[in-house]
């Protein structure tokens, strides 16, 4: 395994987990004090204090996997849970050299590797670590994991919040009367939805809902669910046009052959086209929450929205699926081009990099026609 330097655990240390970062390490303190290994994720107490990463690879580290690829799930793995000063190492899935990194971990304990693989595998396969479409995807393998492992980092529910709480203000008419005073009770909603499920106050929100107290914690994980896809497509929104400026502007340098002159063309419109249609899918998805909503601020349709937030879970895939694909083709021209200087390129290395987002593009319209 590869060294990692304590700077940047540092930095991760205490943060939730996004869509690029699974901090089992800081769901796991808690999980471990509340649950049966049964709803552990990890039995290996390696892995117990794990962080995994979707990463970028510069071409060196590209070449370390079999076959060599940009974007790949790398785990960092803490020398000292207790003190990040110590540093860690870390390993890349797919890696060569990857069985001497499993002896290292679980040595002779088989059982142990062969529950722990199956979920390497699945992180490593899944398009995003946002928590939402991990607990589907891991639940889909009949992993049914403790709950404490897919919280937001705290930092993205307070930005959450601050860019749907008129969403919330819509809502406390209903859930409070029509003299609830909005200023007061449109944080203390957000904060029962966001952060405090089970917290003072719940019971009315659930009869509004008109959620059975079994349904309550799945109903509202779900709300938060798509709470949390709104922001994360305003985000992408406001950063996507710089990247698909870049792409048809990149510099060409030195001379390349006709060939690859002629793909980088076509590849300069299609690469753009390409990404606006999956935006335009998730757009396409986020309407379907707010007609719901919609339905219940408007025209107290509660049943509705309820009926909504039980069938959410077969949605967070889709839309976990095209966001991963957006976040890659970005994570990627970031990883090769520094922000606020003119892309350039040599055109053996763009026509590379052009022909990974159109295969990247065409896998997931392949697999969308598949389904």
Known sequence: ???????ALNLIRDAGSTSRYLNILRSHQKVAERAERDEW?????????????????PMRDAMMLKPPKRYATKVILPLNAQDMTLGGKYFLMGQSGYDQVAREIWGDAAEEREHDEL???????????????LREYLRSAGLNLHPDYFDLAEEDV?????????????????????QADVGEFAPRLAEKVLLKPDGPGSEELRRTLMLEPDEY???????????????????LRLGLPEHLDGIRKVMVRGTGTTEQAD?????????????????????????????????????????????????????????GERVGVIEHICAVWDMQFRP????????????DLFYEFEQTLTGFLQSRAAA
């Open 1 to 7: 395994m590869t060294q990692r330097g304590k700077h």
């Open 41 to 57: 994720m990890f039995r290996n107490r390696l892995l117990c204090r794990a962080i995994v990463c979707k990463v970028s690879l």
């Open 119 to 133: 979920v390497l595998g699945m992180l490593a396969a899944a398009p995003t670590l946002d928590p939402f479409v």
């Open 158 to 178: 307070r930005r959450i919040y601050d860019f749907v709480r008129d969403e919330f203000s819509a809502l406390v008419r209903i859930a409070f009367g029509a």
């Open 217 to 235: 914690r799945e109903g509202i994980f779900c709300w938060k669910g798509f709470l949390y896809f709104k922001w994360l497509l305003e985000r």
């Open 263 to 319: 793909y980088i063309a076509r590849q300069r419109e299609a690469i753009p086209q390409g990404l606006a249609r999956v935006g335009a899918e998730i757009a396409m998805i986020i309407k379907r929450y707010d007609a719901a909503y919609a339905g219940l601020t408007q025209r107290e349709d509660a049943a509705g929205f309820r009926t909504f937030l039980l069938a959410a879970p077969r949605l967070f895939a889709d839309l």
């Open 340 to 351: 606020g200087i003119p892309p350039a390129a040599p055109a053996g290395e763009l026509a």
